[in-house]
């Protein structure tokens, strides 16, 4: 069992330079797993995602229910892209406060106040007896899915040991996906008003799940230690890495790092475009605006159409494909993230989106007329490799941004800004991501009817572009402690790790 903390040296200004931790060791003391720490960690991931596999439930629906909507609503194609962006505006209003919210009420009060605003927002739906209270509710349940999409992978970043960081971060990513597929699976065998009702049931109770589990896990120990609760910190750490484990030398840092951070004047969200911050922000930034202009979205929503083009009878088989192809990819990159690191699989997936894309705008590429000799079987054999050449590209474009551009970003996010910068940081990338995402998604449609092949080529030069970025401005961040990272990558942070 550890012992109490004991400082050893102080520097001029007498606050305590090193902090000791005695009792037995069981890990290295800088936040490598020991066996008897996994469990607390994978119990707190566990109750964190809880409300990701909600997210991915609520963003899954509208793709399956597009067409049936605009049957039965009559619905034009601006009036379909209108309804559908209301939640990704509401998802940008809980971005803009998540980074505050989580700094005020911490990582579990954050969640806890995503939760509440969900249901809500589910029980408006579900009770709507009008247009504007369907809206309203549509709204509250972006607002909590944009609390979420910052706080659970910043938690998850934070209590998670060095060594498995990655991977436990990516399992945010592997929830969102699993509630997305179920989505998409479930709007093959039923209609959208059934898997409305069905998917207010289903989303509901990961919020109920989260809320009775966050009673029971730790608060993450950085935030406490900023925030000024030493022994909840130490306890905090301790429950996540084991009661036998020496926790010392990782204590030490988080808390003469905190300490430090404390004596920099108080950041505000103008400091994060000083040059200070800006390699930060550039990278934070860049990767979230290049994984969502690559054409995720637009993907998503052109696969019925290139799954009927390749012969299938209905666009349902593409969304049961793109469910069974999403969950092993990210499970892959969920065990390679620890070990390959982050850099290659995103240069990786971003590479292989890129060749997806190409595939894709291939075969809508205006043909020649065929010459008069050639033969109505020569014409269909070709038409039908066209086709399966793009449903090759969409299986590969599904595959490659599940390995690592749909989850890697938010990781690096979770580890790149310091804890004082993390509130505004987080919110400015958060909002970044979603303000992405709604542009896409309003657009894709109305690119696609000027130019199919043009705007998936375009897709192609912005997945290029993304292994061009990564190689050159995106540091490695596996193995390391969030606060070697912080250091390398904020330069008023730099003298604090030399």
Known sequence: MAGPMEPEGRDAAGKPLLVRVTGSSGSDGRGSASSSSIAAVVGSTVVAVAGSFEFGLSIGYSSPSQLGIMRDLHLSLAEYSVFGSILTIGAMLGAIVSGSIADRAGRRGAMAISDVICTLGYLLIAFSQNYWWLDIGRVLTGCGIGILSYVVPVYISEITPKNLRGGFATVNQFMICCGGSLAFVLGT???WRTLAVVGKVVRVAPCLLQLVGLLAIPESPRWLARSGHP?????ALQKLRGQGTDISEEASEIKVFTENLQRLPESKMLDLFQKDYIRAVTVGVGLMVLQQFGGVNGILFYASEVFVSAGFSSGNTGTVAMAIIQIP???LGVLLMDRAGRRPLLMVSAAGTCLGCLLVGGRQIPMAQP???????QEQHWERDLNVLALAGLLVFIGSFSLGMGGIPWVIMSEIFPINMKGSAGSLVTLVNWL????????????LIWSTYGTFFICASICGLTVVFVERLVPETKGRTLEEIQASMNSPLTPFHK
């Open 329 to 331: 990819m990210i499970g």
């Open 436 to 447: 992405s995402s709604w542009a896409v998604s309003y657009a894709f449609n109305f690119l």
């Open 371 to 377: 010459v008069a000799s050639a033969s109505l079987f």
């Open 231 to 235: 022994g909840a910190f130490v306890a």
């Open 189 to 191: 065998f039923i209609t």
